[in-house]
């Protein structure tokens, strides 16, 4: 486990990237937001949600993770795009907000990943060259990546430096990161078995989740 405050962003930015490129998954201690529920419980004792609100007080939770991208926002917040494995949903993790992470060593990514949907950038090319250009490519061609993906980049004549101690996409690698799919949208699939099986299990796991917190809930206001 590497806790983040002992440590510079770039490390945990640089190991992130590495979960990417061996496709491992990460488990993360993240500080949420606390939400409140309202719960209501009819006669037949089912518990549904009335109304939520956020507190502004930060909970400590685990969670495991699959991540894909990573990016930062116009607020400048460095944030992981990854799929939950408890619900089997895409999020984005604000990465100041992640107290402490642990990168799986014999495990691989057990969900339909956008990282799938990969455009030919090279037969050798890694998740996190791919992801590197995403990023890029929303960023006006300025590349924030770690070095060693960097440097990747400009072997590969896809990057250049920009004269300012940066980096910058080439005509090239511009026009391979225009090519790219969006890591933002569902995985592609080859057939409707696929696609339909690929939805349940999603549903059904957002839909436990669902409900244990409900109960949970329920639980609680009842003690």
């Known amino acids: 486990m590497r806790l983040t405050n002992h440590q510079d962003t770039d490390r945990t930015v640089a190991d992130l990237y590495r979960a990417i490129d061996r496709r491992i998954p990460v488990t993360l201690t993240y500080l949420k937001e606390e939400k409140v529920r309202v719960i209501a419980v009819n006669g037949a004792g089912v518990a549904t949600v009335r109304k939520s609100h956020k507190t502004g007080r930060l909970l400590e939770t685990v969670r495991t993770i699959e991540p894909y991208e990573i990016a930062t926002t116009k607020a400048g917040d460095i944030t992981v795009k990854a799929l939950d494995r408890e619900t089997g949903e895409g999020r984005t993790w604000r990465l100041d907000r992640i107290s402490a992470y642990t ?98 299990a999603r549903e059904d796991r957002a839909e436990d989740l669902r409900r244990d917190l409900e109960r949970a809930d329920a639980l609680a206001d009842a003690a």
């Open 103 to 200: 990168l799986h060593r014999t495990t691989t990514y057990a969900l339909p990943s956008p990282l799938d949907e990969e455009a030919p950038v090279g037969a050798d090319a890694s998740p996190a060259i791919t992801a590197a250009l995403r990023v890029a490519h929303r960023r006006g061609g300025r590349v924030t990546a770690p070095a060693p993906v960097v440097t990747d980049l400009v072997d590969r004549d896809l990057a250049r430096p920009d004269g300012a101690g940066g980096h910058v996409l080439t005509e090239v690698g511009a026009s391979v990161a225009a090519g790219l799919p969006s890591a933002d949208r569902p995985p592609t699939f080859h057939t409707v078995e696929e696609l339909t099986d690929w939805e349940i």
